[in-house]
């Protein structure tokens, strides 16, 4: 039977389908609209986020877990690249997003070469090794009383390439400089792993430096002194000797932050008063940066052109501002290269190069453009820099003065206009305070998420600190060192001695004050990672939409404080333990355990002051061999059985212990008929986590060293 074509079904939109089809096409419309308008009002802020979108591929790869993860985030991120130029050609926003994407991807990739590249050997077990080196870095700490030595082997096949190695002050050579062929013998292993989750990890700063292996030597003989090793080691023994010469003519804590200020050596600040700076958020000046990097340029130059200008031939006839601009860049290389080129100095010299470049050129001097100019270029050479504290201290300081000092209502309020000494004097300690405190409000959460702490107080003490440090403190060192050549600088010395001893007595009178310093636990990194992205997005837009960025931040403040302590931490040899007990505090499972260990524990349980000894609480019943803790946790009772000798113990005794207890915590490993009814950490678990962080309650959860670690090169961590 023939189908009439006439009465066969349209494949013809209807008139819902147009209508609908009209309606996306006109809210894509108007979004592209609305987008294209937002950015072409942030016109001049868009290439700020050229060395964010860097950042978040190479903290994409830090976070994320394993190659399989990286290989999508580099997919992704050029999905989005090609993606965002085919659906928005021509447009200003469309070209901003794909751009950002294409960062990202590079900053992914850049940091997965470099770490690829970085290999090297790593020491696979401890062992006892005697072995002739070479010395490449001498570190003085004498705070610590020893010397630390950074050192690669020369006879030593089954070795890492390099080493570092902690030599006592007692068996430390007198002038070991680098270049000397040394003898040592001492105990090795492998570069120290995050001990618990949310710690320190050392390994992952080793594998980049290409350090493989750490130790204590028990022995150090010379077996020739120092050889011509480069420029390097030349200016790393004029460091040394400076350090000494310093130390020398200032003792105790103002010699050792003295040293500090010199030459970037911080190893002969006692920890007291290591602390006190850190409680006071006065610790930024012992780190050779941006505040330090500015108070050398600026009196190079102000000098040169006052000598300069002494000569009317020369004040006449020579661009003076440009000789004295190339004389305070050559000043700030010197300083960067003498206090160790850090990542700090060197983010720091390259700013000051690029102000001296403006000034010379009559452009504004310090901008957000520059600042980013300065963190692109860091993050491309030294991309695992962005990981650590002191790039992201240090960046967010520097972001949150230029920003704050680039709005137009605090331009405004700081500017110079022609008023009374009183009311001049008052706008200027007003632009300080809030300089303070928009530092302090930028650096708290990275000062919490690194050291689980931050002081309270820091925008006050900066008041008076960094003006002390800056115009009294760095001068009068600076002329005592240029009199010493003469044998004149002992009256200087005495009064830098007395201006930094008035600086100890302020951070340690900042620190013992109430409330001065807010510790919380190791913090989530996706809430980390929420404030600063909020903190990057109320700084670097101007338009009202900057407003947004406080959801982020509100939301990551928020988790941060409800995220609680967890009951138990246990590091990952086993060996010890630190509880939460009913009443809040912490207490530990070996009285004995170090300083280390009670600062470790203490920090990412964010407990302030001493650990107790669990064999003291109430709730624990402890011996020679055993402590069993009874606890309650989300309504349900909890038993935890923690071994505490190396001792054995009779097996059936072992069993009906471990049958009795929900966890189970060892060094040692246990055998299979110790069968806890929750968790058995021992030490072939551990070998597979590492340190673990446990939250009981309702629903347990156990957090560990090898899901932070992932399979990152450096990962110590047995897989399963």
Known sequence: MRTDDASAPSIADGPRQTAWKAGLAGLAARLNARLEALFEAERDQLALWLPV????????????????SWIAFLLLAGGLTLACRAIAPGTRWGRALSLFSLAALLGCALVWTKAERAAAPVLAHPK????TAVVEEVQ???????????????????????????????????????????RLRGWLMPPAPMAVPGAYDFSRTAWFKGIGGSGRALDVALVTGAT?????ATIAGWRQSLSAHVREQLGGGAGGIAAALATGDQGGVP??????????????????????????????????????????TLALRWPLVLIAAGAAALAGIAYTLLTGAEVPTVRSCIAALLILLG??????????????????????????????????????????????????????????????????????????????????????????????????????ANMIAIPLTTFVIMPLEAAA??????????????????????????AHATAAAPGAVAMLPTMPVPAFALMIAGGLWLLLWRTAWRRWGLVPLAVGALWTLATPAPDLIVTGDGRHLALRTDEGSFAILRSRAGDYIRDLLGETSGTEGELGALEEWRGARCNKDFCSIKMIRGGRRWTILATRSPYLVPFPALRRACARADIVVSDRWLPPGCAPRWLKADRAFLRRSGGIAVTLGAEPRVRTVSELVGRHPWAQTERP
């Not at 979108?53 to 399989?68: S, V």
């Not at 006892?128 to 072995?131: I, N, S, T, W």
């Not at 011509?228 to 390097?232: A, E, T």
């Open 481 to 506: 060192l240029l009199l010493d050549l003469v044998g004149l600088g002992a009256p200087l010395w005495w009064a830098t001695g007395v201006a930094l001893r008035g600086l100890l007595m302020l």
């Open 359 to 460: 000034i010379a050129f009559g452009r504004e001097a310090l901008t957000l453009r520059l600042v980013a100019t300065g963190a692109l270029i860091v993050l491309l050479l030294w991309p695992e820099s962005l990981v650590g504290p002191s790039f992201q201290l240090s960046f967010a300081a520097i972001t949150a003065i230029v920003a704050l000092h680039e709005h137009p209502r605090m331009r405004a309020l700081f500017a110079r206009r022609d008023e009374p000494l009183l009311p001049r004097f008052g706008r200027v300690l007003l632009a300080l305070a809030l300089t303070g405190l928009a530092v302090e409000v930028a650096l708290t959460p990275i000062a919490l998420y690194h050291f689980h702490k931050a002081g309270l107080y820091g925008a006050l």
């Open 128 to 131: 006892m090794a005697q072995f």
């Open 228 to 232: 011509s090793q480069g420029w390097r």
């Open 271 to 312: 920890e007291a008063d290591a602390e006190a700076m850190r409680q006071s958020g006065l610790a930024h000046l012992l780190s050779v940066s941006g505040l330090h990097l500015t108070a050398v340029v600026g009196a190079v130059m102000l000098l040169s052109l006052a000598l300069l200008a002494l000569s009317p």
């Open 53 to 68: 979108g860097l950042g978040l591929g190479i903290a994409a790869w830090f976070t994320l877990p394993d190659q399989r």
């Open 140 to 182: 003085p700490v004498p705070a610590r009383e020893m010397t630390r030595l950074v050192v690669a082997p020369v006879d030593g096949s089954d070795l890492p390439a390099r080493l570092r190695i902690n030599v006592d002050q007692d068996k430390m050579i007198a002038n070991l400089a680098p270049g000397a062929s040394v």
